[in-house]
């Protein structure tokens, strides 16, 4: 019964990722969680999940050519040390699992706040993002490589500690840094980097015994066809009424999960 309910758990995410485009780890975890998975089990688990949910898509976007390798291999850069590192220190200076569960925790709300605030603030992020002149952009210009390399230090940190961020904050960085890019290949980038870090991350947490693999079955095994069906439908459903509604729980549960 367990086993069935996680398929179409895996199968509601996967709707919403498709209808949205938000990212599952801020839809998965929170849902793992609710159903009293400790949280390195939820997190690790989720982490893996992404990691092989969001292969496909990398394949697609290199062969439309709508992936910059140049700004991926920059990002990677920074998040998989960065990655390996974290894992390294939570095996090393942590007892067990349960010691640093709540380090896990306000990671995952403080990421869940960021990704709400990432999506209702997207308008804005645009806008810069459109914008060619002025100071503020002649200097990211300047350094944006350099800003890149350490935002995507950043990210390796935060989505090993969270499972949340690799989608939506890394795009939020490539719509800052570098508006040369279109939309498709902000999307095909962001996703040609979140796949190996969430499966560096995910490789890091089933060494420390973090993944539940019936449970990483099942999820699979609901959400793999309903992501595509999401997509299909999702041009014939109002995005701007969809998102917001879904920040908002976001942002609820961040900071359920943050202070509380």
């Not at 569960?101 to 896990?104: H, I, P, T």
């Not at 090993?160 to 904050?169: E, I, N």
């Given at each position: 019964m367990d086993f069935l309910l996680y398929i179409l758990s895996g199968a509601a995410v996967g709707l919403a990722v498709g209808l949205t485009g938000v990212g599952g780890g801020s839809l998965m975890t929170p849902l793992l969680l609710l159903f009293g998975f400790p949280p390195h089990i939820a997190i690790g688990t989720d982490l893996l999940y992404a990691s092989i949910t969001k292969a496909g898509g990398v394949i697609s976007h290199h062969k439309q050519k709508t992936v910059d390798w140049k700004v991926t291999g920059t990002l990677a850069a920074g998040s998989l040390p960065v990655a390996a590192v974290t894992v390294w220190l939570l095996a090393n200076y942590f007892p067990s699992p349960e010691s640093y569960?709540?380090?896990?925790t306000h990671s995952l709300g403080g990421m869940l706040i960021l990704t709400a605030g990432v999506l209702l603030l997207k308008g804005r992020i645009r806008k810069i993002h459109d914008t060619r002149d002025g100071p503020v952009r002649q200097f990211l210009d300047k350094h944006k490589y350099r800003f890149?390399?350490?935002?995507?230090?950043?990210?390796?940190?935060?989505?090993?500690?969270?499972?949340?961020?690799?989608?939506?904050?890394?795009?939020?960085?490539?719509?800052?840094l570098f508006p040369a890019l279109s939309a498709i290949r902000i999307i095909g980038t962001d996703l040609a980097h979140a796949v190996p870090l969430t499966l560096i991350a995910g490789l890091g947490h089933m060494m420390l015994g973090n993944?539940?693999?019936?449970?990483l079955g099942a999820l699979l095994i609901g959400s793999l066809p309903a992501i595509y069906l999401g997509t299909k439908l999702s041009s014939r459903l109002p995005n701007s009424v969809l998102q917001p509604i879904l920040s908002s729980m976001l942002l609820g549960l961040g900071i359920k999960y943050a202070f509380f």
């Open positions: 569960a709540g380090l896990l890149t390399l350490i935002m995507g230090a950043l990210l390796g940190f935060c989505v090993t500690l969270s499972s949340v961020g690799a989608g939506a904050f890394g795009a939020a960085i490539l719509l800052t993944v539940d693999y019936q449970l």
